[in-house]
């Protein structure tokens, strides 16, 4: 019964409002974080890359059996060694910015379940204002009928 809803307020639409408020920041602020997480995942991909074309160029140097070149040997391992540190570093930074937007994303259905509650609670009590309303109306109408009967007896 959602008619003429007149004279209903909802206590608690202050919350309601500032529950939205904050489902929209928390929204936002998921965006940024997986905007940061997919770029993260980018610069990991592009080391592996680099990893394993340096590692593919150290195979095919041996595999070629020409004579070998200790010094670029060493220069190619340590390039490996560096590119691998820093894909790991990568990888810790992604699995720690993938935690942060994970536990963002539960913040968010939290905050969504807040405000699902609130919307049923509000529902809830504008459908007792509208049985309220209603059983006044009804008085009314049985006040009205008493009236007129005794109305109608008296004349």
């Known amino acids: 019964m959602s008619g003429d809803r007149r004279g209903f307020a909802y206590a608690l ?10 489902i929209d920041e928390i929204a936002g602020e998921l965006a940024v974080l997986n905007q940061a997480a997919r770029a993260l995942q980018q610069e990991c991909d592009a080391l592996a890359g680099q990893f394993a074309a340096v590692r593919a160029d150290i195979i095919a140097q041996r595999q070629a059996q020409a004579a070998l070149d200790i010094a670029g040997q060493r220069r190619a391992h340590d390039y490996m060694l560096q590119v691998q540190v820093q894909l790991q570093a990568k990888v810790v930074a992604l699995r720690a910015a993938e935690e942060e937007r994970d536990a963002m994303y539960l913040r968010l259905i939290d905050a969504r379940k807040f405000a699902e509650s609130l919307d049923r609670d509000k529902e809830a009590q504008a459908g007792e ?27």
């Open 129 to 155: 204002h509208d049985q309220k309303v209603a059983k006044q109306g009804y008085q009314l109408s049985d006040d009205n009928w008493l009236q007129r009967i005794h109305w109608r007896k008296t004349t």
């Open 13 to 22: 639409e202050p919350v309601r409002s500032v529950t939205a408020w904050e």
